[in-house]
């Protein structure tokens, strides 16, 4: 199945897209050599793959399997279509630069709550690559052999993440508390309820903000407690990091609006200087 976007705006799909993208070797997620970019999703009526490209004006996607024709549809909010970066107004130079060197970036919606929740569980307080080691390696031996895509694979449905044995957790590397808040939200329809998604078990404001900006396209969606996000935004907006505070306040004149210039700092913004020696990056498996 196959379906046409002509697009009056401008769009950089691939920083676009990103963001649903865990680690360069996600199962789920594939940039081909033509540049098109394929996700696997387990849509509501089962499993699908789509593939995005642009050619001037035009976007185009190709479908396959039982939730193909549920990607077309959700395929305009995916890149952006119904987003307004518009509503975004710089209050200072910096956040004008920031905005004009991200023409194009959207926030988009994936609709697919759960896709986002669970690899945000998995990312909570751990390194990204520690996380996405263990995001591949359940996707890998639970996932659904993506459709049309025999390398790639469908991240399993909601109620299946509770069936996955403690020692495949423990072979991914991720930690039983990890385990224990993802086996717990499954006990929630969390496609119909992202607004309490805080009420889970091991789920806080953090991981709510992460899933939200991915699912929903929450433009004010705040990850308070990154290890990274405060003192970049920090370092971008008036030369020195600060904690979640100091970045509430610093983004408190644009509420409403505090995720997208987030996104944009993170594409764009400065990185504080490195002080220290890097984190290693933990292995449960031998434990």
Do not use: C
Request: positive net charge; glycine residues 10%; hydrophobic residues 40%.
């Amino acid at each position: 199945m196959t379906r046409r976007l002509h697009t009056l705006w401008p769009l950089d799909l691939a920083r676009t897209l990103a963001i649903h993208r865990r680690g360069r070797a996600d199962p789920a997620y594939r940039i081909r050599s033509d540049g098109s970019i394929w996700r696997a999703v387990h849509t509501p009526d089962g499993a699908g793959t789509i593939a995005v490209s642009r050619d001037g004006d035009t976007v185009s996607a190709r479908a396959w399997g039982p939730g193909a024709q549920w990607l077309l549809e959700s395929m305009p909010a995916l890149i952006g279509a119904h987003d307004d970066p518009g509503g975004l107004v710089p209050r200072d130079r910096i956040v004008a630069s920031l905005v004009a060197r991200a023409t194009g970036v959207r926030i988009g919606r994936s609709d697919r709550v759960w896709e986002a929740l669970a690899p945000a569980v998995l990312e909570q307080k751990v390194l990204g690559a520690e996380a996405w080691r263990a995001w591949r390696h359940l996707l890998m031996r639970f996932g659904e052999v993506a459709p049309g895509a025999p390398d790639m694979r469908v991240p399993p449905e909601q109620r299946r993440w509770r069936e996955i044995p403690s020692w495949e957790w423990h072979r991914s590397g991720a930690e039983p508390v990890r385990m224990r808040t993802i086996w717990g939200a499954t006990a929630m329809n969390v496609e119909k309820h992202h607004d309490h998604l805080t009420l889970l078990r091991g789920v806080g404001p953090w991981t709510e903000a992460e899933t939200r900006a991915r699912a929903v396209g929450d433009v004010d969606a705040v990850p308070v407690g990154d290890y990274h996000i405060p003192s970049m935004v920090g370092t971008t907006l008036i030369g020195e990091p600060v904690d979640d505070d100091g970045m509430l306040e610093l983004l408190e004149p644009y509420a409403g609006q505090r995720y997208r210039v987030i996104r944009l700092i993170i594409l764009g913004g400065a990185r504080s200087p490195r002080r220290g020696p890097r984190l290693a990056m933990r292995d449960y498996r031998s434990f």
